[in-house]
Nanobody
Framework: QVELVESGGGLVQPGGSLRLSCTAS????????MGWYRQAPGKQLELVAM???????HYADSVTGRFTISRDHAKKTFHLQMNSLKPEDTAVYYC????????????WGEGTQVTVSS
């Protein structure tokens, strides 16, 4: 059973930064795709950033230039560095990974709350 555990959420003022982490129970080379999603109250789940298979990182237009996705194979972790945060970034953030052995099988973290407010 693969588990993903997020950490790093919290309350931050507009213009501030947070770094989210998603730690896997297996080596992250087990995943063909890794990404971050978010869901704000009353809104649909949306893609924030991802590592597509064999391609450079992809970002939602709303976060391009402010957020950076990265990965650390040694720590079985991928991160989302969020800078210049805005109130509209407030949401529950989820990490997701797709199993390289069975494409189409996805694993999700439990979510971490990010609140941007003064």
């Amino acid at each position: 059973q693969v588990e993903l555990v997020e950490s790093g959420g919290g309350l931050v003022q507009p213009g501030g930064s947070l770094r989210l982490s998603c730690t896997a129970s297996v080596p992250i080379f087990s995943f063909i795709v890794m990404g971050w999603y978010r869901q704000a109250p009353g809104k649909q789940l949306e893609l924030v950033a991802m590592f597509p298979a064999g391609s450079p990182p992809h970002y939602a237009d709303s976060v391009t230039g402010r957020f950076t996705i990265s990965r650390d194979h040694a720590k079985k972790t991928f991160h989302l560095q969020m800078n210049s945060l805005k109130p509209e970034d407030t949401a529950v953030y989820y990490c997701r990974a797709e199993d390289i052995r069975s494409p189409g099988d996805y694993y999700w973290g439990e979510g971490t709350q990010v609140t941007v407010s003064s």
